[in-house]
């Protein structure tokens, strides 16, 4: 007998922000017949929270639903929406050009005002519900040699929902066996596919998750399909409808028992998704629009209760991009990586399945595997640390890294245990066989950092050629973006230039230097053979002390830090005793903030120090006699 628990609680306690869920498009095409017949061809470019609807010779649209068709659009008076003219578009006389659009678009909205719409709409669609974490919080805190792999990662083995839905006037073409096949098989091949979804998260795991999709037989809709694309209403409300009506058959009619798929903490179920027959037949955002949302209200049943869910059209044939793209999103939690408001193509663009790299025309078919860091989150990958700093057993001088290995090099912030470089080699073959560039990938992760500020997201990419397309909107990736030994001899902080906020190179993101230096990178191969230059043995000054004295150092001055981690080591004559303090102006006096006072001639101390102004302080408890004050910055 099934026991329903509407109440349950569901508190999660690892989340990622709500804003991290949806599927990228550029330039997709949405063919829309208008109340007076005529077939529009619509360019959508964005994703489920924000699109530009644009005609072939750039003029902006918009559903009207008044009209009950598309519109033409323009910016609404105060610049925070678009608006329709009221007048039903038509298809243009001017032609869609070679590379795209037309050049000469209509100009659209901010990216302030994009951004502002994209919130709304995610309140909208999510609701109160935020995809799942699984992976370790701060993912960028070391250990001495290499990170455990986390336990509150996702089990072994993973077992999902997929319900296929058909209606009263459209029966599905795509039989449940395809799409077991589609989600299942580990030998798949099918429309085009190198692999099924299952087949993909194998492979990119290193076999530590297997993600297994049950499979419904078809759920015939209440009613026909022209009910649920109503496109008066937002996708979330007659999806929701559908999605509800399927879930109770399941219970009443088919006595499913959901106590078998795979929950979080919380029982909350991780993989649930939804196929239905035919085409969206919807407008952008509209009806059955293909989104991810939360169902309200919530269903429950056995004990477990829906979360988030993904539902879209099967068409006449599928690709296991987007599915494995909104999974990556439904049972990890990992953010997107393109930019919402559309100044910019983000920073990893295409080179991660959370970018852009699983809708391209190839890469949709075999999507490119996640970012080395999320690998690691997931408790995939180990983590080697290289920084000393942190662990004393580093290694240096020439090391190499194997694309598609299972483990990854980390060069961490001692003063920030979230910030840190990743390094790991992609070679184009197996999984990465469609990635943008082959070389040495370097990654400047800090979770502070936001997808849509393009000059400080959640993962940068350190681009070898310094331009910083995606950056700039100029391209989603390409050929000269990762380091190799054609195009690029060294990573460090003046590589190519010293910009805290846009230059390739390693400087933390407060514009201290991280110390990282990387030289003679290997050509492009599987194995990326590199040299990671020891680290600075700092600055050391040398004097003498009376019984009783003390010394200013450096040079009775002082210096400014922006940051780090400072250690200091102070070697005096035998037979004396001398401490040693560092201090910090605090605006109106030198204070100390650490001291070493052991009753010997040998002291040290390490500080993580903020940006200000530092002096070091020699005195002699007993004895006198010379000293030499090492200072690592």
């Not at 003219?85 to 243009?92: D, I, N, R, S, V």
């Amino acid at each position: 007998m099934k026991i329903h628990l509407p109440g349950l609680a569901l508190a999660l306690s690892l989340v990622l922000p709500v804003s991290q869920a949806a599927v990228p498009f550029v330039d997709q095409t949405l063919q829309f017949r208008q109340p007076n017949g005529q077939k529009l061809t619509i360019y959508l470019s964005g994703n489920n929270y924000f699109a530009e609807q644009r005609l072939a010779d750039g003029k902006l649209v918009v559903y009207d639903n008044n009209l009950k068709g598309y519109a033409y659009a323009v910016v609404s008076m105060d610049g925070s929406e678009l608006q329709s003219t009221g007048q039903l578009a038509q298809t243009p006389i001017s032609k869609q050009s070679d590379t795209g659009l037309l050049q000469n678009q209509q100009q659209g909205l901010s990216p302030k005002a994009k951004a502002a719409l994209v919130k709304q709409a995610q309140q909208t669609l999510l609701g109160n519900e935020e995809p799942h974490l699984h992976g370790p919080q701060h993912l960028t805190e070391g250990s001495s040699k290499a990170a455990d792999t986390n336990p509150l990662a996702l089990p072994s083995t993973v077992r999902g929902l997929t319900v296929i839905i058909q209606f009263p006037n459209q029966t599905g073409t795509i039989s449940k066996t395809q799409v077991e096949s589609f989600l299942n098989d580990l030998t798949y091949t099918g429309f085009g596919n190198a692999q099924s979804v299952r087949g993909y998260f194998q492979q990119v795991s290193g076999n530590k998750l297997d993600y297994q999709n049950t499979v419904t037989r078809y759920y015939t809709a209440k009613k026909n399909k022209s009910y649920y694309t109503d496109n008066s209403l937002s996708s979330s409300v007659r999806s929701q409808e559908l999605i509800s009506e399927a879930l109770n058959w399941l219970e009443y009619t088919e006595g499913f028992n959901f106590s078998t798929l795979t929950t979080n903490s919380s029982k909350q179920i991780l993989g649930l998704n939804f196929f239905y027959a035919g085409e969206a037949d919807s407008a952008w955002s509209k009806g059955l629009w293909p989104h991810m949302g939360g169902l309200s209200p919530r269903f429950c049943a056995d004990g477990v209760c829906t979360s988030l869910y993904q539902i879209t059209n099967m068409g006449t044939n599928m690709a296991i991009g987007t599915f494995v793209h909104e999974s990556g999103h439904l049972l990890l939690g990992w953010p997107d990586l393109y930019d919402y408001d559309g100044s910019s193509e983000g920073s990893v663009a295409a080179f991660c399945v959370m970018g852009y790299g699983a809708i391209g025309a190839q890469n949709k078919f075999k999507p490119t595997p996640p970012v080395g860091v999320f690998r690691h989150l997931a408790g995939w990958d180990t983590v080697t640390e290289l920084n000393p700093a942190l662990n004393s057993q580093a290694p240096t001088g020439q090391l190499s890294h194997t694309s598609g290995a299972r483990q990854l090099y980390r060069w961490g912030n001692p003063a920030n245990t979230k910030e840190a470089f990743y390094i790991e080699a992609i070679h184009q073959s197996g999984q990465n066989q469609y990635q943008p560039d082959q070389g040495l990938a370097i990654w400047h992760v800090d979770p502070s950092g936001s997808n849509s500020n393009e000059w400080k997201p959640y993962i940068q990419m350190e681009h070898a050629d310094g331009k910083r397309d995606p950056e700039n909107k100029r391209n989603r990736s390409d050929a000269t973006d990762l380091y190799d030994g054609n195009t690029t001899a060294e990573f460090n902080k003046n590589f190519p230039n010293a910009l805290t906020s846009r230059g390739t190179n390693a400087l933390w993101w407060n514009g201290s230097d991280s110390g990282l230096n990387i030289s003679q990178i290997s050509s492009p191969a599987s194995t990326i053979n590199f040299t990671l230059a020891a680290a600075s043995a700092g600055d050391t000054y040398s004097g003498t002390l009376a019984a009783g004295a003390q010394a200013i150092v450096p040079n009775n001055s002082y210096f400014q830090y922006n940051g780090g981690t400072l250690r200091l080591t102070l070697s005096a004559a035998s037979g004396t005793n001398f401490d040693l303090y560092l201090q910090r102006w605090n605006g109106s006096s030198w204070a100390n903030v650490a001291q070493s006072t052991a009753s010997n001639s040998n002291e040290s101390l390490s500080y993580a120090a903020s940006n200000g102004y530092y002096r070091a302080l020699v005195r002699s408890v007993t004895g006198a006699g010379s000293y030499q004050l090492n200072i690592r910055k």
